[in-house]
């Protein structure tokens, strides 16, 4: 289901709530959907509802229309838009242990770019664990090359000469319940559920449209 205008809903997870057993548990993964990010799409819609002059922009365009609206305006636009947007692409990168795809072409691009996929891996680790407080590490295309970058709170590294490939959100919420403050165990057990064949797809530019739900 895509859904990326006003109203927005909370569209339904693309597995089961457990389906992440035993990397990501099932309490933390129906919370985080069903309350964390109901909360940003209420807020959102709040926002929308008092602004309805910016109702027909798309969740995406919204992530690039803030900076120029009046100042009172953008943090609470970016916080609630950020949220929607930043969370739904963290639970489409992830997939059930086992069932993910292959991505070739994406593992090529980061043997070139960091000198094999295991020092991607080390790097965005290293990256993830960097975020002060909360926020969120990103694979991100940019202009050719492939880079990690952070994000603090709900901020986006959204602009129009980059193609996301993958976030994890390190906000504690998102681990705390199994991990409690080991953010490196969280980290090592979302990359056994990364969903390859997404990033691949996000990659190669095969599925933008479908992204932009
Ligand atoms: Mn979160």
């Known amino acids: 289901m895509r859904n990326n205008h006003y109203p927005f809903i909370n569209t339904p997870l693309p597995y089961s709530y457990d389906a992440l ?8 993964m129906y919370l985080h959907h069903d309350r964390h990010l109901q909360t940003y799409i209420d807020n959102l819609n ?5 602004n309805p002059s910016l109702q027909k922009f798309s969740l995406e365009e919204l992530l690039t229309i ?29 997939t059930p242990p086992g069932s993910s795809c292959s991505a ?32 969120y590490a990103w694979l991100v295309l940019d202009r050719g090359c492939l880079k990690i970058v952070t994000s603090a709170n709900q901020n986006t590294p959204f602009i129009r000469s980059r193609t996301l ?9 998102a681990y705390y319940l199994k991990h409690y403050n080991l953010r490196a165990d969280y980290i090592d057990d979302w990359f056994r559920v990364v969903n390859w ?7 190669t530019g095969e599925t933008l449209s479908e992204e932009f739900r």
């Open 104 to 135: 070739p072409r994406l593992f090529k691009a980061m043997s070139c770019q960091f000198g094999s996929p295991e020092n991607f891996r080390a790097q965005f680790k290293e990256a993830a664990l960097s975020v002060f407080g909360s926020g």
């Open 46 to 50: 709040r926002f929308l509802e008092e």
């Open 197 to 203: 064949g997404m990033a691949e797809n996000r990659y």
């Open 165 to 173: 490939i993958l976030n994890i959100d390190v906000w504690e919420h």
């Open 66 to 94: 803030w900076r120029r609206l009046p100042c009172h305006l953008q943090t609470p636009l970016r916080n609630s838009a950020g949220g929607v947007y930043n969370h739904r692409f963290y639970f489409d990168s992830m």
């Open 21 to 28: 057993e035993p990397f990501i548990d099932e309490e933390t």
